[in-house]
T-cell receptor
Framework: SQQGEEDPQALSIQEGENATMNCSYKTSINNLQWYRQNSGRGLVHLILIRSNEREKHSGRLRVTLDTSKKSSSLLITASRAADTASYFCATAPNRDDKIIFGKGTRLHILP | DTAVSQTPKYLVTQMGNDKSIKCEQNLGHDTMYWYKQDSKKFLKIMFSYNNKELIINETVPNRFSPKSPDKAHLNLHINSLELGDSAVYFC?????????????FGEGSRLTVL
């Protein structure tokens, strides 16, 4: 069963602008992770936020988590062409080893 | 050295055939996974092993049989291939069971069934 739903499904922005992607999930979680997938490649872990954290930063990435709304957002600031990729949120809803991914947001950075 | 490596990267075969995909990780992780990504990029968990023991088996047809000879290897064998098996299969590993570790993915094995 699917746990996370990213929104929007696709996003096109100009280089330099900020990109915001959202993820909603259904059950309680221990943590939420965001991954990036470049075309034809495997997924790469970006950032993990624990259920007792509300915000986390890593370079140009900012992740928020609202456990009351069961939602998270990923903000990429000052986007670059190299940020063009699909972004997935992942959670472990019932048992810690079962990590489930959402459908992803396809981000396209326009030059 | 590649952390999680899968072979082959591409696999084209006929319906009804049997094929295998191999995965190896050199990260010293004890938990490994197989995920299937369909044409719409939806990533679905299939199996997970922790130190050679099957811990997750997600409603996958029994034509799919994972095998873990040791904790560094997790192979996937598929019998009687069907058109719907066409997808990209990803192997991943994690540092320890408990859900707090990040997944490290291989580059994927694209299976095309004709």
């Amino acid at each position: 069963s699917q746990q996370g739903e990213e929104d929007p499904q696709a996003l096109s922005i100009q280089e330099g602008e900020n990109a915001t992607m959202n993820c909603s999930y259904k059950t309680s979680i221990n943590n939420l992770q965001w991954y990036r997938q470049n075309s034809g490649r495997g997924l790469v872990h970006l950032i993990l936020i624990r259920s007792n954290e509300r915000e986390k930063h890593s370079g140009r990435l900012r992740v928020t988590l609202d456990t009351s709304k069961k939602s998270s957002s990923l903000l990429i600031t000052a986007s670059r062409a190299a940020d063009t990729a699909s972004y997935f949120c992942a959670t472990a809803p019932n048992r810690d080893d079962k990590i489930i991914f959402g459908k992803g947001t396809r981000l396209h950075i326009l030059p | 050295d590649t952390a999680v490596s899968q072979t082959p990267k591409y696999l084209v075969t006929q319906m009804g055939n049997d094929k295998s995909i191999k995965c190896e990780q050199n990260l010293g992780h004890d938990t490994m996974y197989w995920y299937k990504q369909d044409s719409k990029k939806f990533l679905k968990i299939m199996f997970s092993y922790n130190n050679k023991e099957l811990i997750i088996n997600e409603t996958v047809p029994n034509r799919f049989s994972p095998k873990s000879p040791d904790k560094a290897h997790l192979n996937l064998h598929i019998n009687s291939l069907e058109l719907g098996d066409s997808a990209v299969y990803f192997c991943a590993s994690k540092s320890y069971s408990g859900g707090t570790g990040e997944l490290f993915f291989g580059e994927g094995s694209r299976l095309t069934v004709l």
